[in-house]
């Protein structure tokens, strides 16, 4: 996987939990340019392992003289969005992957609805963008539970079809009034908490819109757990996976070869057959299904986890 | 480097022809002495210096006369080249990939400055120097799609990935071997891949769409597919196959030497940036026995190859009638010696 070594050239507090962050080729070199809802894969080295987290582009996406992303501190993760917050300072060089896009614009839509859950407001920003250079029409809807919360504010323009949702001020969203009497041919996208992507999900279902309408991301980073460890079939290895890393990180950093796009259980990539399994794997995809699941033959190392005796992977 | 040009048709009069270097530098297909349907894939660009794999767009000996052939058949049937409405941004970026690559590669042949979105383009191969502003449909004669891929050797297809799946939106094909835009357009990826034998139950397609779904911007690539046309044609679709398919029957064994050509289709695979659709240029070249037969190794590989080809491939791919006096002809220049491994010349 080719990646860019850039440079940090701007942080922001966009909220007490929230900052901006932008990066710029050192020598000023335009980058590649991206669709709306691309994300990037950031790399934070941090001792022997290199913990790799992915952020959506937040930036226009037909500039390419900087990358954009915006991180929600989360002080129950793994230590990636910690390590972002309190480990990278401007001027710092930092490393990142080309764009790639699992949440794209369904451009035959007559009209997007695009509706976001906290954090989750991320891809939208690039994707609002693509539709103002395409003149698409569209509306947002932006829930979250408070000022404070709503990091997203200070980045939207303010314009008549972008509707602010906080529910601390007794503005909750209505699914239903959002998504009744849209003209056919309307795509609707969510990206948030899944319970508000159900939500919309079982709205759109409701009404009667075609399920090739309805798109979501539910994007988030691995969470940490209890360590485990895991043995390599190739080389018969065991390898330890830490609390705070995710079993694809520790395999990296054991110099096992494994592929990966998204690290965040949605692309596919990483997913890895399993040989033996005396346990429980603890899936956090959203890749496999739930047959998938049971069957415990397959698991996505980039998110998910491992408690019982013994796993050994096809690697 | 300055390239010489060729005059000379691919229908009619077929004054078509190879010249010695382009003969060695023909992307012979076989990298061993047999063949299986596979999906055999490397990174693009990249190959030896002079190869067709050095650059993005290769642009040879055959660019003009291939630039005119497509005008011909667009003029006789202008739906060889579609675009449905939502892929004229992946039309843009396919513009923009093609002419930054040729103005990088062949300095002495393709210019391009850009001012923003005020974009100056020099081809002068084909005599063009156009000033447009990219992304303003309005400043060009016609779609992005169109006018690029008027100036750029090969048939083009715009995919635009949706439901876990990729749709044929857009093409430019006019020199397909024997598949047709007009009735595929709008198919998925299985749907217009159904004819090939075999391959559906080999895994061989899911495996393939798995693949290109994965395919990222920052790393394109490319495999090779062959056939074998009668006579230099590059228009061999459906929709004409009356003009062309009658000709098969004109082989003989004193003219399979020169009739008889391998078709070779370097397709390549590209992410494109502000669409995210890909695109999937599948570029023609074709060598005659005669040609091939000048380079020993090919001669004899290809021999061995199509001697011991399974007959329903020789039937998909349309040489089944021809195939003995191929063979035939083909034995003389295999002298039972070894072949190296890869496709290159020795
Ligand atoms: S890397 Fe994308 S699912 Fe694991």
Redesign the pocket.
């Known amino acids: 996987m080719s990646k860019l070594a850039l440079k940090v050239t701007e942080i922001e507090a966009l909220s007490p939990l929230v900052k901006r962050f932008r990066f710029e080729d050192p020598a000023g070199a335009p980058l590649p340019v991206f669709s709306g809802g691309a994300h990037i894969t950031v790399e934070m080295p941090d001792g022997d392992t290199i913990r790799r987290n992915s952020y959506s582009l937040i930036s226009d996406p037909h500039d390419g003289s900087g990358y954009e992303i915006a991180v929600r501190r989360e002080d129950r993760g793994r230590g990636g969005s910690r390590y972002m917050h309190t480990r990278v300072n401007e001027g710092d060089a930092i490393t990142v992957s080309s764009p790639a896009n699992l949440f794209q614009l369904d451009l035959r839509a007559r009209k997007h609805v695009l509706i976001a859950g906290g954090i989750g407001i991320t891809p939208f920003l690039s994707q609002l963008r693509q539709l103002g250079i395409a003149q698409k029409p569209y509306e947002l809807h932006y829930a979250a539970r408070s000022r404070d919360e709503a990091a997203g504010l200070r980045l939207l323009p303010d314009a008549a079809h972008i509707h602010v949702h906080i529910s601390d001020e007794g503005a909750r969203m209505d699914l239903g009034a959002i998504l009744d009497g849209q003209p056919l041919g309307t795509h609707v996208y969510t990206c948030g908490p899944e319970g508000l992507i159900s939500a919309v999900a079982d709205q759109a279902a409701r009404l009667g819109w075609p399920k090739t309408a309805v798109h979501s991301e539910a994007f988030t980073a691995p969470p940490p757990g209890e360590p485990f460890e895991v043995v390599v079939k190739s080389s018969g290895r065991t390898v330890q996976v830490k609390a705070d890393q995710s079993l ?1 990180e520790a395999l990296e950093a054991a110099q096992v070869e494994i592929d ?12 890895t057959h399993v040989i033996a399994c005396d346990g429980r794997i603890l899936h956090n ?1 959203h ?1 496999l299904s739930e047959a998938e699941r049971a069957e415990q033959k397959t698991i ?4 998910s986890r491992f408690k019982g005796a013994r796993l050994e992977l096809d690697l | 480097m300055t390239m010489q040009f060729n005059d000379e048709t691919f229908r009619g009069d077929y004054t078509f022809r190879n010249s010695a270097a382009a003969i060695r530098r023909f992307p012979f297909p076989f990298d061993r002495d047999g063949y299986m349907y596979s999906v055999n894939i490397e990174q693009h660009p990249g190959g030896p210096a002079g190869s067709p794999f050095e650059f993005a767009f290769d642009v040879d000996e055959h660019y003009v006369a291939e630039m005119k052939d497509r005008e011909i058949t667009l003029a006789d049937d202008p739906m060889r080249c579609q675009s449905l409405p939502h892929m004229e941004l992946a039309g843009w970026d396919l513009l923009e990939l093609i002419m930054v690559s040729k103005a990088r590669d062949y300095p002495e042949l393709f210019k391009l400055n850009r001012d923003g979105n005020a974009w100056h383009w020099i081809n002068r191969p084909l005599g063009i120097d156009k000033t447009f502003t990219f992304l303003d449909p309005t400043t060009l004669p016609c779609g992005p799609m169109e006018y690029i891929t008027r100036q750029a050797q090969g048939d083009f297809a715009l995919l635009h990935e949706r439901e876990g799946n990729l749709w044929l939106d857009a093409g430019m094909v006019t020199s397909q071997a024997d598949w047709s835009l007009d009735f595929d357009v709008g198919m998925n990826f299985f749907e217009w891949h159904a004819p090939v034998p075999k391959a559906r139950k080999m895994g061989v397609f899911d495996k393939a769409l798995k693949f290109l779904l994965a395919v990222t911007q920052e790393q394109s690539y490319r495999r090779l597919n062959w056939t074998m046309t009668v006579n230099p044609r590059l228009d061999t679709s459906p929709e004409n196959y009356h003009k062309w398919g009658p000709e098969k029957r004109s082989i003989t064994p004193a003219n399979v030497g020169a009739k008889q050509f391998l078709r070779v289709e370097l397709q390549t695979f590209w992410r494109l940036p502000r669409s995210n659709a890909l695109a999937f240029p599948i570029r023609c070249y074709l060598c005659n026995l005669e040609d091939i037969a000048t380079q020993p190794k090919w001669g004899r590989r290809l021999h061995r190859v199509l001697r011991d080809i399974d007959p329903d491939l020789a039937e998909y791919k349309g040489f089944a009638v021809n195939h003995e006096v191929i063979v035939d002809y083909l034995a003389q220049f295999d002298d039972g010696a070894e072949t190296s491994p890869g496709i290159f010349p020795d």
């Open positions: 694809l990966y796009s998204c690290r965040g259980g949605a692309c596919g990539r990483c997913r995809d890749w996505m190392p980039c998110m």
